[in-house]
């Protein structure tokens, strides 16, 4: 994506993420590549590659039967991005259990938003996909708050 607008960060155009050799687009980045698949199967998300991504988001959205897909999806999707950033642009190294843990932290950070009927569902929810981060892992101002909630993500009614 980036070859395609002239900046060039490393020195070809292929997926950082995975060793498949393809060039890296958007159906490839968030759908089909190896190390993405890995991290939507965690959660229980499969996709379809035949229909558009409009098509394939319904489709998931319609199979996972949570109140909360868009979220998920918004949040698992922005953590894959910013892992493909910090390889590019940091040289960090990438993986699916740092993936999950920075997942479950921007989940909790975005829990305040969250309809508070959903909040407890929700947080069982990702007590059982994504196990809680050492205290080390979330890195923010709110480290506290998200420490505090994601020992065991409960919430008092």
Same mark, same amino acid.
């Given at each position: 994506?980036?070859?395609?607008?002239?900046?060039?960060?490393?020195?070809?155009? !292929?997926?950082?993420?995975?060793?498949?050799?393809?060039?890296? %687009?958007?159906?490839?980045?968030?759908?089909?590549?190896?190390?993405?698949? &890995?991290?939507?199967? #965690?959660?229980?998300?499969?996709?379809?590659?035949?229909?558009?991504?409009?098509?394939?988001?319904?489709?998931?959205?319609?199979?996972?039967? =949570?109140?909360?897909?868009? =979220?998920?999806?918004?949040?698992?999707?922005?953590?894959?991005?910013? !892992?493909?950033?910090?390889?590019?642009? =940091?040289?960090?190294?990438?993986?699916?259990? !740092?993936?999950?843990?920075?997942?479950?932290?921007?989940?909790?950070?975005?829990?305040? #938003?969250?309809?508070?009927?959903?909040?407890?569902?929700?947080? &069982?929810?990702? %007590?059982?996909? &994504?196990?809680?981060?050492?205290?080390?892992?979330?890195?923010?101002?709110?480290?506290?708050?998200?420490?505090?909630?994601?020992?065991?993500?409960?919430?008092?009614?």
């Amino acid at each position: 994506m980036l070859g395609r607008r002239h900046f060039f960060v490393h020195t070809n155009n !292929l997926y950082v993420l995975c060793n498949t050799g393809k060039a890296e %687009d958007i159906n490839h980045l968030f759908f089909s590549c190896l190390f993405s698949n &890995s991290c939507w199967s #965690k959660l229980n998300i499969h996709w379809e590659l035949q229909p558009s991504i409009e098509e394939r988001v319904q489709l998931a959205k319609l199979n996972f039967q =949570e109140p909360w897909f868009m =979220e998920i999806f918004v949040f698992a999707a922005w953590t894959i991005w910013n !892992l493909r950033n910090g390889v590019i642009f =940091e040289r960090k190294a990438c993986n699916r259990r !740092l993936w999950c843990n920075n997942f479950r932290c921007l989940s909790l950070l975005q829990l305040c #938003k969250m309809k508070e009927a959903y909040r407890q569902p929700f947080c &069982s929810w990702l %007590d059982f996909v &994504s196990p809680s981060p050492p205290p080390s892992v979330c890195s923010s101002s709110l480290a506290g708050f998200v420490l505090g909630l994601g020992k065991s993500c409960k919430l008092s009614k």
